[in-house]
């Protein structure tokens, strides 16, 4: 039988009390958290309560940038180059994303694939790639539709740091077909140095998210035509919603470029370049025995009276729209590459190419305004022997002893030897030096070859003139690498080998022949299209050498004239006047044939209303080492100069003549022998002062009709 124990008092009191204890201590601690939390809720919301309240207010209030309307780019007519058109843009917060684990991340990107129809490679490759701000969202997906933008914009919480946005972007209506690549240029983001830059100078019209001018007018006029940013204050819930307006200041329009270019004749020379490389390249060359490679080319119409570029027209180019809203690596990668041509390489104003025959009437002026004189008369045999080479007239012709104009008219070889091998002998026949009196390099340096011309355009080449000072200083550049070469004989070639022993020996001397390739546009001269147009443009006007233009004025939003543009005479060739007077004579028989005695550019404009519009030329064949010729025709009239380059295209007349023609059709209507005004590109001569009309509105106005033609007839002021 189990026994059963009762309690003892005297044990059971002791336990009650612990009990009661604990409890008590329990409260205590409840009671006095509660107190700490209200102590901390009245801290907070009574004693600090607005100023929390401010501070969370202003974080609920975001700053969004309103990018202005950028300036439009017109032709001389008003016609628009460059404008704007409104697209939706898809883009990601790279700051955003990065937060985000790598499975959200994948499926972020699938969604704005199933979206956009933008492939997850491609919207990693845009991220990857982009070269722009670190603060500005990605563009992965460009005009997409107001469905799709909108969809995105509705749901936030599925597309966390995905942007849409509507924006105004570049937009090219390419008027009479222009592509104009060169000329116009391309814009791209911001960089985070340009943006600090931009901060530290105070510069307000840049912001992180702005796009500006890389190249070509985008870049020479950029700070007018970018305008000047707004800002619009919205108020915005935790998943970045828009819930609210606050203030906001009003984006200003960028301001519009007026060019002197103009469309129509931009079209045909674009389309004749085109075309003359595409006819080069199915052409045989006798000399190499294959197609001509016609590996790039240019063409340049200036004003002979202002220096003003009506039409520049350069191959390779490229698509200027390709770099709205972003480029891809790929076609970066393309245009940055030998086998597309480097067409980024504006040919009209960067490339550099030996000017051949189309020197000789500069050295005439210079040999005229020295002790020759119209009345002197050389030689034109099939060849002369200097030193210990045989120098040869083109195609070995020969036509006994003729006078200068002769010579420019069939493009005389020899007898310009003689003219160089004549002031070498009377100035320079010590080969070392380098400061021997030369009548024929100072006239050229006087019609601006050497140096940058000043054009209103990035980047520009500025050629050389291979006289004896600049052999003399590219001796002193080149003798530690090239006498390196010869000592160790190290030589990659067989011909950089014998050329290294020269040139460490006696590299420096300006010998016979070197004077007499000088003559003919050889040896180390290399000129630029443009440069060769504006010394043309000298020949012209009487000897005054312009800095090439192409803007024209600056026009505010509002159709307001800021600023015009005006002609800048950057010097005048230091030639007699009788000397560019009778190279200006001896030149319109270029272009004509009587019997037995053709010009160069005969055979080209045969039947062309020569009694009408004067037009005076020059053809050049540039030979290249290692290359085929270099094909040039220089031609112009009292009103313009029209010029066209094809590397690699063969002989002057033959490749470049017809497109040539075909240009100066264009100019004055001209159809067989009848010239047509009112078939004119432009009418009769442009007006360099005239410009487009503009509303009050900054919308361009039809050209006001007046009955009479803009301008001056082909035919009236001619010599």
Not at 9 to 31: D, E, G, M, N, Y
Not at 324 to 340: A, E, F, H, P
Request: proline share 4%; net charge positive.
């Amino acid at each position: 039988m189990r026994s059963h124990t009762t309690p003892s008092p005297a044990k059971s009191a002791p336990t009650a009390r612990t009990s009661r204890l604990r409890l008590f201590v329990i409260q205590a601690l409840v009671f006095s958290l509660f107190a700490t939390l209200g102590v901390r809720l009245y801290y907070l919301q009574v004693t600090h309560g607005d100023s929390y309240q401010e501070q969370a207010a202003s974080q609920s209030v975001r700053e969004v940038v309103e990018q202005p309307v950028r300036g439009l780019i017109v032709d001389d007519q008003g016609r628009a180059l460059v404008t704007n058109r409104t697209s939706w843009v898809i883009s990601i917060d790279t700051e955003v994303v990065d937060k985000l684990s790598a499975k959200d991340r994948r499926r972020l990107y699938a969604r704005v694939t199933a979206a956009t129809k933008v492939s997850g490679t491609s919207i990693r490759s845009a991220l990857k790639s982009w070269n722009g701000s670190s603060y500005q969202p990605v563009p992965v997906a460009e005009d997409v539709s107001k469905k799709v933008a909108l969809r995105i914009l509705e749901q936030p919480e599925d597309y966390p740091g995905v942007v849409a946005k509507k924006q105004t972007v570049r937009y090219y209506p390419k008027p009479y077909g222009v592509n104009a690549a060169g000329v116009l240029g391309y814009l791209s983001p911001i960089t985070d140095k340009e943006y600090k830059a931009a901060q530290k100078a105070d510069d307000e019209s840049l912001n992180n998210t702005s796009e500006v001018g890389r190249s070509g007018l985008e870049k020479e006029y950029d700070e007018y035509l970018r305008g000047m940013p707004g800002y619009d204050s919205v108020t915005v819930d935790s998943l970045g919603r828009e819930i609210g307006e606050g203030d906001s200041v009003a984006a200003q329009a960028g301001d519009t470029l007026v060019t002197s270019i103009d469309a129509r004749v931009q079209s045909v020379a674009e389309k004749q370049l085109a075309q003359t490389i595409k006819t080069a390249r199915n052409t045989y060359d006798t000399v190499t025995h294959k197609n001509y490679v016609a590996d790039s080319g240019a063409v340049v119409v200036m004003e002979a009276k202002t220096g003003r570029v009506v039409a520049m027209a350069s191959s390779p180019t490229y698509d200027p729209s390709e770099w709205v809203g972003g480029i891809t690596q790929k076609q970066l990668n393309r245009l940055y590459s030998k086998r597309s041509g480097y067409p980024l390489v504006t040919r009209a104003t960067q490339g550099q190419f030996a000017p051949g025959s189309t020197w000789k009437p500069f050295v005439t002026t210079g040999a005229l305004s020295d002790d020759l004189s119209a009345d002197t008369r050389l030689g034109c045999t099939s060849g002369l022997q200097i030193g210990n080479r045989w120098f040869k007239n083109y195609e070995s012709e020969s036509y006994g002893d003729i006078s200068f104009a002769e010579a420019l008219n069939v493009s005389c070889d020899t007898f310009f030897y003689r003219v160089g091998l004549h002031f070498w002998n009377k100035y320079g026949s010590d080969p070392a030096n380098a400061k021997a009196k030369d009548p024929l390099a100072s006239a050229a340096h006087s019609f601006g070859f050497g140096k940058q011309t000043g054009i209103d355009l990035p980047g520009e080449a500025s050629g050389r003139v291979g006289d004896r000072v600049w052999r003399a200083s590219y001796y002193k550049q080149m003798k530690s690498y090239y006498c390196t070469m010869d000592k160790k004989g190290n030589a990659p070639t067989a011909f950089l080998k014998l050329f290294s022993h020269e040139f460490c020996a006696e590299g420096n001397y300006f010998r016979q022949g070197d004077a007499a390739n000088f003559t003919i546009g050889q040896g180390d001269t290399t000129v630029t299209p443009i440069q060769l147009a504006r010394a043309y443009a000298a020949m012209s006007n009487g000897g005054t050498v312009y800095e090439p233009t192409i803007g024209k004025a600056i026009v505010s939003a509002d159709g307001t004239v800021i600023k015009k543009i005006k002609p800048k005479v950057a010097g005048h060739a230091k030639v007699s006047k009788s000397a560019i007077s009778y190279v200006n004579t001896a030149l319109l028989g270029t272009l004509k044939a009587d019997g037995s005695w053709n010009g160069t550019l005969a055979w080209k404009f045969n039947g062309f209303p020569l009694d009408k519009v004067h037009i005076r030329g020059k053809t050049g064949s540039a030979e290249v080492e290692g290359k085929q010729s270099t094909s040039w025709v220089a031609t112009y009239d009292k009103n313009y100069v029209v010029i066209m380059m094809v590397s690699q295209g063969g002989t002057g007349s033959g490749t470049s003549g017809p497109a040539v023609r075909k240009i100066w059709e264009s100019l004055y209507g001209i159809t067989g022998s009848s010239v047509d005004e009112s078939k004119s590109a432009i009418p009769g001569v442009v007006e360099t002062e005239s410009l487009p009309r503009f509303g009050k509105d900054g919308s361009i106005l039809p050209p006001a009709s007046s009955g009479k033609s803009a301008g001056k007839s082909a035919g009236k002021g001619e010599d």
